[in-house]
C-alpha cells in the first residue's frame, strides 16, 4: 500500500456539518484513483487534505513510508513532495513556460534541471515552447505544462483537480487518453477529482464514489459500473456542445 | 493534542508579525480605554455640566448635514457620468476627484480670504461698482460655512465609489429600465439610488470619519466640536485626564455610528454584483439637459477647486520669494522624510498582515483586517492623546529604572512616525488586501505544492503579481500623511515643521498670502497622485 488514509475528517470552520467523514483510502504504487462526487461531495476538499492545503480535524495520511498528517503531526504543502494540477492550473501569469516548469525544482543543478525540462516538454509534446507565457497558450497547452511543471519534480503522489472542466468536449477525450499514457509511462500514483462518470471511467484503475463527505462505493470501472456498456457508447449517447473555438 | 499541532503548524514568521503589529497598534486604543475609567476630576465635571452638550450637538449637526449634502452631490454627479455623454464628460471622470487634493483646513482659509472685506469679491464689489455690502450675507466662519466647506471637499469619497459601482455592475439593470421606457430622474430615483446604496453609504462614511477627524477646519472657523474640545483641555487646560476622557467618549459615538450603519444597512446589505463585468454605455444628451448636466459639474468643479486653486496661486505670486527660503526647504524635506519612512513602515505591515490573514483559517486570521481600520476610524487628536499616554508611560518606567537620563521616546520624531502608522495603516491595506483578493491564493497553493515556503512563494510570485496594488497602496498613504494636520500639530517634536502644519500655522497668524506656497505644494502633490491613480492605474 503506498498511499493510506484513515479515518480522516474536516469540518469548515464555518459550518457545523462535516464535509470529510470517516474517509479511509489505501492505493497501490503506479495505481491511478479517481473519485467521483457531485459538487458539494467534498471531493475537492479531500484533494486539499492530501495535498496539505487544508489541516484535518481527525485522521492520518500516509504516503510511502511518510506520515504527513497525525493528530500530532502535519507536514506543510512544500515539504510533501506531493504534485498537484490545479482546476484553473494556477500558471504563474509572470513566467514563462519554462521558469513555471523549473520552479519547483528547488536545489537542482542548472544541468539538471535543464535536462528535465526538456525531459517533462517532450513528455507532454510541447518542445519549443519553452519561451511562451501561458497567456500565449491555448488551453489544452496551458493544461499540459500544469501537467508538465507537477511532474517535473518527480512527486511521490500527484493530484488533479477536475483537469478537465475547461476544455471543449472533443479535446477532454484526445487528453485523457494521453494522460492515462503519460501517467503509465512515469508511472506515478495518482488521484483524480471529477464529477464526469466517463473521465472516471476513462481513465481510473480504481473509482472511488464521495456522497456527502463518505465513501459510498469503491470498486474497479467495472465492478462499480458494469462491463455491459462501453465507453464510447456513452459518449455517442450524451448530447454535448462541440463547439470548439 | 490536536491543538498543540494546529498552533505549531500556523506559526510562522508571518503569524508572529502579525501579531506583533497588531498588538502595537491597539495599545494606544487599551491606553484610552484604560484611563476612561479613571477618576474624574473638576474639570471633567465643569466640561460635561457646562460643554459637552454643546460638542455632541456640533458634530451632530455637522455629521448629519454634511452626510446628507455629499450623498446627494457626489451620487448625482456619479449618476450623470455614468449614464450620459455631454461635453467634458471624460475630464469630469477625473476632475471630479481633485477637489480631494485640498485638504479641507486649506479650502477652509482660502474661501475665507475670497469672501471677506480684503477679499478679491468684496474688493472689487466696492472699488469698480461702489458697492458695501452686508457683512452679515458674506460671513463664511459660521456652521453653514463650515458644512459648505466639508461637502465642496469630501463628496469626492461618494463620487468615487459610487461611480465605480455604476459603471462597472448596474448596467443590465439601468438598460432593462431604459428599454422598459423610465424616465431620467425615476431611473435615478427608483433604481440608482436604492441599488448603489451600499456604494453611497460606504462613501458617506469616509466622508463623515473625515468630518470627525477635522480639526483644521473648525478651529478656524470657531466651531466647537469634539476634536476642538480634546485639544482645548489638553493644550489651554493643561488637563489630560479630561481629554482621555473626551477621546473616550468619540471613540463611544464612532462605534455607535458603525453599529448604526451596519444594523440600518442590516439585511439589506444585498449588492447586486455579477462578475461579468459590462461597462454601462453612455447616452448622448441633447438640447437643454446637454447643458444642465454641463454647468452642473462645471460649476461644482470651480467651485470645489478652480477658484480656490487660482486664488491661492495668486498669493503664492505675491510671496514666492519664500521658495528660495532655507526654511521652507527644510520643511519640504522633514515633509517627505517623515511620510516615506511611515508610509514605507505602514506598507510593510500591511502586506504581512494582509498575507497572513489571507493564507489562514480561524478567528485570529479574520479579526486583525478590522483592527487596522480601527485607527483609520478613529480621530487624530484622539490617537494622539492615546500615543502620548502610552509613550510617557514607557518613558517613566524607562527613566525610573534608569534605562535612559531622559525622555526619550515621548520627545523624538519616533511618536510622530507611530502615529502616521496607526492611523493610516487601513489605506494601504485595504489596496494591497484587494490586490491579493484579485489574484486569490492559487498561485500560492501552486507555489507551495512545488516545495516554496510561504515566505519565497511571497518573494517568488505574490509580490511580482500585485506590485500595481502595493505601490498604489504606498501612494496613498504617503499622500494622506502629506496632508495630515492634527496628528502632526500635536506630536511633531519641538521646532519640527511639516507643510500642512506650515500653512496652518500661517494662516492661523492671519499670515494667509504666506500661506499659499505651502498650501500649493501639498495640492499639486496630491493633484498629481490623484491624476496618475484614475486616470492611469484604472487602465490597466
Known amino acids: 500500500m503506498f498511499v493510506h488514509i484513515r479515518d480522516l475528517q474536516y469540518r ?97 543543478s542548472r544541468k539538471d534541471k535543464k535536462a528535465r525540462l526538456q525531459e517533462v516538454l517532450e513528455l507532454v509534446n510541447l518542445e519549443g515552447y519553452e519561451k511562451r507565457y501561458p497567456y500565449e497558450l491555448s488551453g489544452g497547452q496551458q493544461q499540459r505544462v500544469a501537467l508538465a511543471r507537477a511532474l517535473a519534480p518527480k512527486p511521490k503522489l500527484l493530484l488533479f483537480d477536475e483537469p478537465f472542466s475547461n476544455l471543449d468536449a472533443d479535446l477532454q477525450i484526445k487528453i485523457r487518453e494521453e494522460l492515462r499514457k503519460i501517467l503509465k509511462t512515469t508511472g506515478v500514483t495518482s488521484i483524480f477529482v471529477t464529477h464526469d462518470q466517463e473521465d472516471a471511467q476513462a481513465l481510473a484503475d480504481r473509482i472511488v464514489i464521495l456522497r456527502g463527505g463518505e465513501v459510498s462505493q469503491n470498486g474497479t470501472p467495472e465492478e462499480i459500473f458494469g462491463t455491459d456498456c462501453d465507453i464510447s457508447d456513452r459518449i455517442a449517447v450524451k448530447p454535448r456542445v462541440l463547439s470548439r473555438t | 493534542m490536536n491543538w498543540i499541532r494546529n498552533i505549531k503548524s500556523n506559526m510562522n514568521s508571518w503569524a508572529i508579525l502579525s501579531i506583533v503589529f497588531i498588538i502595537l497598534i491597539l495599545l494606544p486604543n487599551l491606553s484610552i480605554i484604560f484611563q476612561f475609567f479613571s477618576e474624574p476630576n473638576e474639570n471633567w465635571a465643569h466640561i460635561r455640566e457646562y460643554m459637552l452638550n454643546t460638542y455632541i450637538k456640533n458634530s451632530l449637526i455637522l455629521v448629519v448635514a454634511v452626510g446628507v449634502l455629499s450623498a446627494i452631490v457626489g451620487s448625482s454627479l456619479a449618476w450623470i457620468i455614468s449614464a450620459y455623454q455631454f461635453p467634458l464628460r471624460n475630464f469630469f471622470q477625473w476632475g471630479l476627484i481633485l477637489p480631494l487634493a485640498i485638504p479641507p483646513y486649506i479650502g477652509a482659509y482660502t474661501y475665507h480670504g475670497i469672501i471677506n472685506y480684503t477679499g478679491v469679491i468684496q474688493t472689487t464689489l466696492r472699488n469698480q461698482f461702489g458697492v458695501t455690502v452686508d457683512q452679515q450675507y458674506f460671513d463664511i466662519m459660521n456652521m453653514p460655512g463650515t458644512i459648505f466647506i466639508f461637502v465642496i471637499f469630501l463628496f469626492p469619497y461618494v463620487f468615487t465609489i459610487t461611480k465605480a459601482f455604476l459603471a462597472r455592475q448596474s448596467t443590465s439593470l439601468i438598460e432593462n429600465a431604459r428599454l422598459l421606457g423610465s424616465n431620467p430622474w425615476k431611473i435615478y430615483f427608483k433604481i440608482v439610488l436604492p441599488l448603489a446604496r451600499t456604494s453611497i453609504v460606504a462613501g458617506v462614511s469616509l466622508v ?333
Open chain 1, 12 to 108: 469548515y470552520s464555518n459550518s457545523d456539518h462535516l464535509t470529510i467523514n470517516k474517509f479511509n483510502l489505501t492505493i497501490n504504487k503506479g495505481e491511478i484513483t479517481t473519485i467521483l462526487g457531485e459538487s458539494g461531495s467534498g471531493k475537492s476538499t479531500l484533494l486539499r487534505l492530501i495535498a496539505g492545503l487544508e489541516m484535518p480535524s481527525k485522521g492520518n495520511i500516509m504516503v510511502g513510508d511518510d506520515c504527513m498528517c497525525s493528530q500530532s503531526k502535519f507536514v506543510q504543502p512544500e515539504r510533501r513532495g506531493i504534485g498537484m494540477v490545479f482546476q484553473d492550473y494556477a500558471l504563474f501569469p509572470h513566467m514563462t513556460v519554462s521558469e513555471n516548469i523549473k520552479f519547483g525544482l528547488v536545489k537542482w
Open chain 2, 208 to 540: 463623515i470619519l473625515e468630518v470627525l477627524n477635522d480639526y483644521g477646519v473648525v478651529k478656524y472657523y470657531g466651531i466647537q466640536t469634539f476634536t476642538t474640545a480634546i485639544f482645548q483641555t489638553w493644550f489651554g487646560l493643561g488637563d489630560l485626564a479630561s481629554a482621555i476622557k473626551l477621546s473616550g467618549t468619540l471613540m463611544l459615538i464612532i462605534l455607535g455610528l458603525l453599529i448604526a450603519e451596519r444594523v440600518l444597512r442590516g439585511r439589506k446589505r444585498f449588492s447586486f454584483t455579477t462578475t461579468k463585468v459590462k461597462l454601462l454605455k453612455p447616452v448622448q444628451l441633447k438640447g437643454v439637459s446637454k447643458w444642465v448636466a454641463f454647468s452642473y459639474a462645471t460649476t461644482v468643479f470651480a467651485v470645489a477647486f478652480i477658484i480656490p486653486f487660482i486664488q491661492l496661486i495668486y498669493w503664492a505670486t505675491l510671496t514666492y520669494e519664500q521658495f528660495f527660503s532655507e526654511d521652507l526647504l527644510s520643511v519640504i524635506g522633514n515633509t517627505i522624510m517623515v511620510a516615506l519612512i511611515a508610509a514605507t513602515l505602514i506598507t510593510i505591515m500591511a502586506i504581512v498582515i494582509s498575507n497572513f490573514s489571507r493564507l489562514h483559517r480561524g478567528l485570529t486570521a479574520k479579526l486583525f483586517p478590522k483592527v487596522t481600520i480601527l485607527g483609520y476610524s478613529i480621530p487624530g487628536a484622539v490617537i494622539a492623546v492615546g500615543i502620548v499616554t502610552l509613550f510617557i508611560g514607557i518613558d517613566k518606567f524607562m527613566y525610573q529604572n534608569t534605562l535612559v537620563s531622559s525622555y526619550v521616546l515621548s520627545t523624538s520624531i519616533f511618536m510622530l512616525v507611530f502615529a502616521y502608522v496607526v492611523r493610516y495603516l487601513a489605506v494601504a491595506y485595504n489596496s494591497i488586501e484587494s490586490g491579493f483578493e484579485r489574484i486569490g491564493t492559487s498561485f500560492t497553493e501552486a507555489s507551495r505544492i512545488l516545495g516554496q515556503n510561504i515566505t519565497k512563494s511571497f518573494f517568488k510570485v505574490d509580490l511580482k503579481l500585485i506590485r500595481g496594488a502595493i505601490f498604489g497602496g504606498f501612494i496613498l498613504a504617503f499622500i494622506d500623511i502629506l496632508k495630515e494636520l492634527p496628528l502632526t500639530l500635536i506630536l511633531r517634536p519641538f521646532n519640527f515643521e511639516t507643510l500642512a502644519t506650515n500653512a496652518f500655522q500661517y494662516a492661523s497668524n492671519e499670515m494667509i498670502h504666506e500661506a499659499a506656497v505651502p498650501s500649493i505644494l501639498i495640492i499639486i502633490i496630491s493633484a498629481i497622485a490623484i491624476y496618475f491613480f484614475h486616470h492611469v492605474l484604472e487602465r490597466e
